[in-house]
């Protein structure tokens, strides 16, 4: 089962409205089928147990290009830290990424902490419902937009994320060039269709009296009818309309005999499920060769800043440099090692195995070097300061939040040494 929850979502955009044609008797018996299985089957994921709009917000950022089981966690930290919307805008910016601190995509936290500062400044500390209040906030895309409004507010907004495209592709056999603007049209044109404006009423009775048995406490409550079917397609393409099966990808492909959908598939009735959606031929993989050095000092670990600007900016990392294969200057982090004199300090060296990261279209082989040093007079011209071990609790699935955030391969080899 693939779980690759809100994939894609930020290449996704709807073009100007050209006005939506009526729903027919079909897009009807479709959702309906979809929906009653989604009630039946759904996951039972802590956002679904809330109906605070500032915490399905988090959630929706959170799974953005990533998977949900990494979420949990982080869903869970980080607002055991910042409970409120009023919390997150008063928060200190380094403690908003030290939670985020292994997600990746850094921006994005960034951002949700820029709007939350505009919303408890300029409006009175409640989220906008309509989509032009919505979109005028820092990182609020048609996705995110489309997600807050129908889960959070149950407003009849469509969304469209890489699982919702995958789905939609397959169910109307769309056969347009990926990212292109044809493929956009139709996309949000099925999502703006399709979007109910509630639940049937004997569906919305049946999900509440299956939920008060299923689930003694309530915790899990019934969705707006919007939201419910956006969840819908998107539980969908994240567990039973899988990608197609590759070298490349863990997916096991479409398990069509499972899908509650089977009978409104074009590409299921016409054999092409796995040959749709089409997909564009990937740019091959940049390979980034570094060498990062792990130096412990009595005061603590040597780190390094990384610049205001750019990617993981402000983040911590360890001396970092590039090897270049062709012998040429470092090109992604150049002057880590401006500090040459560090060289007369080391008394111990210990080789490490060589870790993998991936960073967006970078394959990143990491060599670590460990030392010990002697001293913490690292000299007046290093970029480098000195840190206590504990505060650099950054590292994926430690339990209490990190005071400096760490960039994402710094965390995993900190996670390995410990
Ligand atoms: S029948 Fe298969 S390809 Fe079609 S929607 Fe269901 S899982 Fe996806």
């Not at 951002?111 to 939350?116: C, E, I, R």
């Amino acid at each position: 089962m693939c779980c690759c929850d809100r994939v894609g979502s930020a290449r996704l955009s709807p073009l100007k409205s050209t006005g939506t044609p009526p729903q027919t008797a079909a897009d009807k018996a479709l959702r309906r089928d979809l929906i009653t299985w989604y009630l039946a089957n759904r996951r039972d994921l802590p956002w679904r147990r809330t109906r605070d709009p500032y915490a399905i917000w988090l959630s929706e950022v959170m799974l953005q290009q990533t998977r949900v089981e990494a979420v949990l966690g982080y869903w869970e930290r980080f607002l055991d830290a910042l409970p409120t919307m009023e919390d997150l805008a008063a928060a200190d910016e380094d403690l908003v990424v030290a939670l985020w601190s292994g997600l990746g995509y850094y921006r994005r936290a960034r951002a949700l902490h820029a709007a939350a500062k505009i919303v408890v400044q300029e409006l009175g500390g409640q989220l906008p419902r309509d989509q032009a209040g919505l979109q005028a906030l820092p990182g609020f895309g048609p996705y995110t937009t489309g997600a807050v409004r129908s889960i959070a507010f149950g407003e009849s907004a469509p969304l469209v994320d890489g699982n919702v495209a995958r789905v939609f592709s397959r169910l109307f056999a769309l056969e347009h060039q990926p990212a292109s603007s044809q493929a956009n049209r139709a996309l949000w044109a099925a999502a703006t269709r399709l979007v109910p404006s509630a639940l049937p009423a004997a569906i919305r009775a049946k999900d509440k009296r299956s939920l008060a048995s299923r689930d003694a406490a309530g915790a899990m409550s019934a969705d707006h009818g919007p939201g419910t079917w956006n969840q819908a397609l998107m539980e969908l393409g994240a567990t039973l309309c899988a990608p197609t099966r590759s070298t490349k990808s863990s997916s096991s492909g479409p398990c069509c005999g499972e899908c509650p959908v089977q009978g409104h598939c074009a590409a299921f009735a016409t054999g092409r499920t796995a040959e749709l959606p089409l997909v564009k031929k990937a740019a091959p993989p940049v390979l980034v060769t570094l060498e990062v050095l792990v130096v412990e000092t009595p005061d603590g670990l040597l780190m390094q800043r990384r610049s205001g600007e750019g990617r993981m900016a402000n983040m911590w990392e360890f001396p970092t440099r590039e090897v270049a294969d062709d012998g040429g200057p470092p090109r992604l982090w150049p002057g880590c090692f401006e500090g040459a004199e560090l060289d007369a300090i080391w008394d111990s060296a210990e080789p490490r195995p060589s870790q993998k990261h991936s960073i967006t279209c970078h394959r990143i082989t990491c060599q670590v070097r460990y030392f010990t040093a002697k001293t913490t007079d690292i000299g007046p011209n290093t970029p480098y300061d000195t840190v206590p071990r504990g505060h650099l609790a950054g590292s994926q699935g430690q339990s209490s939040p990190a005071p400096l955030p760490l960039t994402g391969l710094s965390a995993k080899i900190l996670a390995v040494l410990d």
